[in-house]
């Protein structure tokens, strides 16, 4: 099957500027989870989807970050304005909803780097 | 909510030996436990998994154990060997939070020849 596709694989911007990032989980997939994996730490969880839904965005910076699940499927992120500390590696994750917990798979991630 | 705490955060060890990284977690209600190894520029990929109901699981050199009253899990490497140095992480599944997937600050792998 085709697995969690991420892009763009790198992105550089200035400091102020906006990115967004995109990700397509794997299909039937209704669990969607957006992580922030900053150099030499875990990921941590910026947003998880269930189908369009949000869960829980509790460890969003809503004043800079956005992200969408439209029709619940693909999903983007979007970070505006970016500061230094957004520089990061960000990993998309999806998984099967139901009670039986499951693998999840994560995709390549988005390389961000803010000068 | 979930946090979960690993150890150590870096390991060396010669090819050959056991390598053996702990987890703790907070949430008495996370009934899954994944770990995932991670390679220098890709992606997270599960190695093994253990659920609540099962203290011990085993795949070829891998194993997991987990103590729910402790609240504790640890990932078990015997006979390691070079490629299995990485980056390992542990995380925890809570179904009451809608399945969020809580993840370790990782444990850095070095294996010697």
């Known amino acids: 099957e085709a697995g969690v596709a991420q892009s763009p694989r790198y992105k550089i911007i200035e400091k102020r500027q906006s990115v967004a990032f995109w990700c397509n989980p794997i299909s039937g997939h209704a669990t969607l989870y957006w992580y922030q994996q900053i150099l030499g730490q875990g990921p941590k969880l910026l947003i998880q989807?269930?189908?369009?839904?949000?869960?829980?965005d509790s460890q969003l910076p809503k004043d800079r970050f956005s992200a969408e699940r439209l029709k619940g499927v693909d999903s983007t992120l979007k970070i505006q304005p970016a500061k230094l500390e957004d520089s990061a590696v960000y990993l998309c994750?999806?998984?099967?909803?139901?009670?039986?917990?499951?693998?999840?798979?994560f995709g390549q991630g988005t390389r961000l780097t803010v000068v | 909510g979930e946090n979960v705490e690993q150890h150590p955060s870096t390991l060396s060890v010669q090819e050959g030996d056991s390598a053996v990284i702990k987890c703790t977690y907070s949430d008495s209600a996370s009934n899954y436990f994944p770990w995932y190894k991670q390679e220098l520029g890709k992606r997270p990929q599960l190695i093994i998994d253990?659920?609540?109901?099962?203290g011990e699981k085993k795949d070829q050199r891998i194993a997991v154990t987990l103590n729910k009253t402790a609240k504790h899990f640890s990932l078990h490497i015997t006979e390691t060997q070079p490629e299995d140095s990485a980056v390992y992480f542990c995380?925890?599944?809570?179904?009451?939070?809608?399945?969020?997937?809580?993840f370790g600050g990782g444990t850095r792998v070095l294996v010697k020849p």
């Open positions: 253990i659920r609540s109901n099962v």
């Open positions: 995380a925890a599944s809570t179904p009451v939070a809608g399945n969020k997937l809580t």
């Open positions: 989807f269930q189908n369009n839904g949000v869960v829980d």
């Open positions: 994750a999806s998984r099967p909803a139901g009670a039986l917990n499951t693998e999840a798979f």
